[in-house]
Nanobody
Framework: QVQLVESGGGLVQPGGSLRLSCAAS????????MAWHRRAPAKERELVAT???????SYADSVKGRFTISRPNANYAVYLQMNSLKPEGTAVYYC?????????WGQGTQVTVSS
């Protein structure tokens, strides 16, 4: 069974920064990529950023230049550095692990951007 645990969320003022972390464990086969999604209150889930097994990254237009996705040396872990946060960044952030056999999701971590 694959498990993912997200951490690093919290309350931050507009313009502030947070770094989210995510680690996956378990028997992982046919790995493709890891990503960060977010779901804001009363909104659809949104893809924020993706990083492939080869390190290729992509970002939603709304976060380009402010967010950075990266993978540490440890396998199946991912970070999301979020700078210049805006109130519309308030959401639960999830980091799915993507494989050819399906996607695995954690419980998410809450980020609240408010003064």
């Amino acid at each position: 069974q694959v498990q993912l645990v997200e951490s690093g969320g919290g309350l931050v003022q507009p313009g502030g920064s947070l770094r989210l972390s995510c680690a996956a464990s378990g028997r992982i086969l046919n790995f493709v990529a890891m990503a960060w999604h977010r779901r804001a209150p009363a909104k659809e889930r949104e893809l924020v950023a993706t990083i492939s097994g080869g390190g290729i990254t992509s970002y939603a237009d709304s976060v380009k230049g402010r967010f950075t996705i990266s993978r540490p040396n440890a396998n199946y872990a991912v970070y999301l550095q979020m700078n210049s946060l805006k109130p519309e960044g308030t959401a639960v952030y999830y980091c799915p692990l993507i494989t050819f056999g399906g996607n695995y999701w954690g419980q998410g971590t809450q980020v609240t951007v408010s003064s």
